[in-house]
């Protein structure tokens, strides 16, 4: 088993998302390298969709959750409800504007 750690750190100024792997776990690395390889607001919505079906705890803002479209609001809604992403089938949004993020820059380490 080969293991991706992922969290996102909100600051005043912006934030992070950061995915975190051993150098030599080749499955980790294909995954990110795919998310990269997206149209830049296409990562922020999967990045945000990856959230909400990984991580248990996820923490949200209001307006933003109220800024949503009914659908878009329903699809993250069934991301939250999958309760085992590695055995339960879901699906990413073709939606590209779920968060108002933008990229600032993309730091990849490691080899």
Known sequence: MQELLFGIVATENGGAAVFLSRTDETVPKAFVEELLSEEPERICSL?????????????????????????????????????????????????????????????????
């Open 47 to 111: 990045i945000a969709q990856f959230a909400f079906v990984y991580i248990e705890n996820t923490f949200f803002s209001k307006i933003w959750w109220d800024s949503l479209s009914v659908l878009d609001r329903q699809h993250m809604a069934s991301l939250a409800w999958v309760s085992n992403a590695y055995y339960e089938s879901f699906k990413y949004s073709g939606s590209r504007r779920i968060v108002p993020w933008e990229i600032a820059g993309i730091q990849v380490n490691g080899h």
